[in-house]
Structure formats: C-alpha cells, structure tokens
C-alpha cells in the first residue's frame, strides 16, 4: 500500500514555478518564500487514490475493463498502445490552501504567487511519489511504465466520467466544474500505462501539451514537470 513520504517542498522548485533563473533574491522576500512554505504545509490535506483496470484499445480511443470510461482521442491511444493495464490516479491537496491562496490576492500578490507556487511543487511531489510506487509495483510483475500523462493534454479532454470512475468525490473531495476545472484546484490527475520491460519507455513530450506554444519553461529549454 502506498503511504505518502514526509514532503519537502524543494525551495529550488519554488522558485523554479516563480520563474527565477539564478538571479539574486533579497532577505526579505528570501525569508518570506522560507515562510510561505512553513505555512503551506500547514494548510495542505493530501489526499491520494489510484486503480488499476485492463487496457482496451479501440478505433475512438482507449476503454477500460469493467467501466464505462472512454478515454477519447489519438494521443492516449498511441500513449497506451503497448499498455496490457492502465492506472488512473488524483491527487489534491484539500481546498483551504487554494483559500488561502485567493485571500493573500487580496492582500499582498507577491505572497499569494509564491504560496501558489510552493502548492504547486507540493502536488508535484506527491505525484511523483506515487508514480514512483507504482513503477515499483510493477517491476514487481515484471513490467515497466510510460510516464504520467494528464487529461487537459494533447487531445484527451479532462472528463468528469474519469473522476467518476474512482469514485474520486467521495474517497479524496475532488470534483469537476462545469467548465473541467478540477476542484478544489490543486489537484491532479494522471494515466500510466503498464508495458512490457522489452518496450521503448517514451519520455514526456511537450509538442502533446495544450500550453505547448505559450509555455514559458519550454523556451527556457525546462519541463514544468507535468
């Protein structure tokens, strides 16, 4: 069973979402980064769910066993071709830290940036721990994985269908608005596929990502680590 590791929150990765290359920080806002990362762990519920269903591959896009979700479009089809199971997984971290977030815009922009940022890296973190785990789980059946790939990219829309499907509501408080925003906002959901060892393991792709042409990381030869 997957139990989620005492979290960091890197400041490095902090600034790296705020946008800093290097350029030199002074003691006051130094200090409040080192502030708002204390307080942001004080505000996060981590919550976590992920499952596993067999993998069908169709004309219109990627079904999974013994559910009515359909997984549309060419990019999750081509992400999954060699997939024998499929994992869906969310994560949030509860809505008071997005609360927070919206009060300090009131109040003082630069905190609310940098507590933004400071969530940001945390649900980051935690996806990469659980994917981490499920690369470990399946090394143990003899398998390997493709990498996370989130609804919202490419050409795979983000669906409330894919929440239900995991039940995601009732086990962790994630939902959807009418628009697919996820809610509360700080959240994430991801697909991995489960392939064999003997298959080409395909690294993130930023051409797939629906901020591709806009993406300030991109132009600074980094990924956002989606």
Same mark, same amino acid.
């Given at each position: ?38 307080? =942001? ?76 940022? =400071? ?89 797939? =990502? ?17």
């Amino acid at each position: 069973m997957f139990k989620l590791k005492e979290l960091k929150i890197p400041k490095d990765e902090v600034l790296r979402y705020l946008g800093y290359k290097k350029q030199g920080i002074d003691e006051a806002l130094n200090n409040l980064i080192d502030e708002t990362i204390e307080e =942001c762990k004080t505000l996060i519920s981590p919550k976590f769910i992920h499952a596993t269903y067999n993998t069908i591959i169709g004309e219109d896009g990627v079904r999974l066993e013994g559910t009515n979700l359909l997984l549309p479009g060419n990019d999750i089809r081509e992400h999954l071709k060699n997939a024998g199971k499929t994992v869906l997984m969310a994560v949030t971290l509860g809505g008071n830290i997005q609360t927070k977030i919206v009060f300090y815009e009131k109040i003082n922009l630069t905190k609310a940036l940098i507590m933004d940022s =400071c969530a940001t890296t945390v649900v980051e973190e935690i996806c990469d721990m659980l994917e981490e785990y499920i690369k470990e789980e399946a090394l143990n059946e003899g398998l390997s994985i493709t990498f996370r790939y989130s609804p919202g990219y490419g050409d795979l829309p983000i669906t409330k269908d894919f929440l239900k499907t995991l039940n995601a509501d009732k086990r962790i408080g994630l939902t959807a608005s009418e628009s697919h925003l996820l809610l509360p906002r700080k959240s994430v959901t991801a697909i991995i596929g489960l392939i064999p060892k003997t298959e080409e393991v395909k690294k993130r792709n930023c051409a797939v =990502c629906s901020n591709y042409k806009n993406c300030s990381f991109r132009r600074e030869g980094i990924r956002c680590g989606s």
